[in-house]
């Protein structure tokens, strides 16, 4: 069975950096993309990128280019995603989830979130 | 890019009661779109792909339907579990975009 497991919850202050993370598994992260997904309090789902873990091939939505960094390491089969800069609209729980092949159009599995505080 | 509708926002049933969701794409998505159940304090989870495919272990009370612009999931009887919100989504090249969600509640 593919599990997706996310690192815990964080508060960080505005303005600090702050590194999630997603594991998986050795054979999800040879052969699969890793997508991005933020849920803003008491909202939707919205798709922020994804990436390929074989040759960080990586795909941002334009509403998140520029604002966050995907990244992996295939050695610990982890996926990360990134802030050098947090502000207070960036609280939120954010899902890791498994596109199992490029031309696939669904995402399954998901990991189990990780809830980001942003407060002063 | 694509936008996707849901409607309605909310739905009030009992349980035992039939279900009917909407998903309306902005321009065709063929039969690409797919379906998220998500609970409270849980992640989303795949119930639909390919508009019509039940995802591993999905309930057989679970069917979807549509292509082109318009897409329907039915919840054939409702179970005190499938209260929850209901997402459909669609891929297009390498942009994912949701729906606003549909939310099942309790009449």
């Not at chain 1, 815990?8 to 950096?17: R, Y």
């Not at chain 1, 990128?49 to 998140?64: L, M, W």
Request: proline share 5%.
């Amino acid at each position: 069975e593919v599990q997706l497991v996310q690192s815990g919850a964080e508060v960080k202050k505005p303005g600090e950096s702050l590194k999630i993370s997603c594991r998986g598994s050795e054979h999800t992260f040879s052969n699969n993309w890793i997508a991005w997904v933020r849920q803003m309090p008491g909202k939707g789902l919205e798709w922020m990128g994804i990436i390929y873990p074989g040759d960080s091939d990586t795909r941002y939505s334009p509403s998140f280019q520029g604002l966050v960094t995907m990244s992996v390491d295939m050695s610990i089969s982890t996926a990360y995603l990134q802030w050098s800069g947090l502000k207070a609209s960036d609280t939120a729980i954010y899902y890791c989830a498994r596109l199992e092949y490029d031309w696939t159009t669904w995402l399954d599995p998901w990991g189990q979130g990780t809830l980001v505080t942003v407060s002063s | 890019d694509i936008v996707l509708t849901q409607s309605p926002a909310t739905l009030s049933l009992s349980p035992g009661d039939r279900a009917t969701l909407s998903c309306r794409a902005s321009q065709s998505v063929s039969n690409y779109l797919a379906w998220y159940q998500q609970k409270p304090g849980q992640a989303p989870r795949l119930l639909i792909y390919d508009a019509s495919n039940r995802a591993t272990g999905i309930p057989a009370r679970f069917s979807g339907s549509g292509s082109g612009t318009d897409f329907t999931l039915t919840i054939s009887s409702l179970e005190p579990e499938d209260f929850a919100v209901y997402y459909c989504q669609q891929r297009g090249n390498w942009i994912f975009t949701f729906g606003p969600g549909t939310k099942v509640d309790i009449k």
